[in-house]
């Protein structure tokens, strides 16, 4: 079992990194074209908005959140707040963006399932994708539950250990994940397994934010007026 927790948690998030970077360049290099959403909205808008709306926001707030909650050393947020206190404001502003987003991913996963048109335009990607994040969603849920009974944050260090080591490719940071609940773990495997399989989907869209469009202008657009010819006259 140590050499599949040295694997899952050591090796792994570098192979799913280095598979997400070159494949994205790779893509965006070779098949430009297919650098899409592949959004589905033409063929049917019915649950569209709702569904990608709140799927989007809950899932910004909730990669926010474990960006910050995360990456931020013991050291630096215990200045202004206790790791108790930053456990459970995790779990509450993680479950209210995890009920968004559930709920929003919900409606769209329905909609691709038993929508005719939808169904046949997509593709198994597009379906396995979203099954894959709808599963990521739940043991991310569920990891707010086994929190509760634990509130010391201590499993919150050991988490956020774990990801520092990796990103400054320090070793040692599979130890740190080792005894750690088991949902945590399947949920942190799944989320690097996500990155893998990124730049294959059309998750390669999250590269392409459209952070221009916040302040650019309006698009003007007026009537052209219509110019009467007349012949010779007789």
């Known amino acids: ?102 709920i929003g991913i919900s409606i769209l996963l329905v909609r691709r399932l038993t929508n005719p048109r939808v169904l046949a335009t997509g593709t198994i990607g597009d379906t396995f994708i979203l099954i894959l994040l709808f599963v990521q969603l739940l043991l991310g849920m569920g990891t707010i539950f086994v929190s509760s009974h634990h509130l010391d944050g201590g499993e919150m260090i050991l988490l956020g250990d774990w990801a520092q080591h990796i990103v400054t490719f320090r070793p040692g940071a599979a130890d740190f994940i080792a005894g750690v609940s088991w949902i945590y773990k399947v949920h942190v495997f799944l989320g690097m397994t996500l990155f893998l399989v990124a730049p294959f989907t059309r998750l390669v869209h999250v590269w392409s934010i459209p952070v221009s469009y916040l302040w650019r202008p309006y698009q003007v657009v007026r009537k052209r007026q219509a110019t009467l010819r007349y012949g010779p006259r007789a």
Request: overall charge positive; charged content about 10%.
């Open 1 to 102: 079992m140590n050499y599949v927790n040295q694997f899952a948690f050591q090796f792994y998030p570098y192979i799913a990194m280095a598979v997400f970077f070159i494949g994205s360049w790779a893509r965006y290099d070779r098949s430009m074209y297919t650098w899409r959403t592949g959004s589905s909205q033409l063929l049917s808008s019915r649950g569209m908005r709702l569904g990608s709306n709140l799927f989007h926001i809950g899932i910004l707030i909730i990669l926010g959140g474990h960006l910050v909650g995360l990456l931020t050393p013991h050291e630096v947020y215990t200045l202004v707040i206790t790791a108790q206190h930053k456990q459970l404001l995790a779990m509450g502003v993680g479950g209210a963006a995890a009920v968004l987003c559930f």
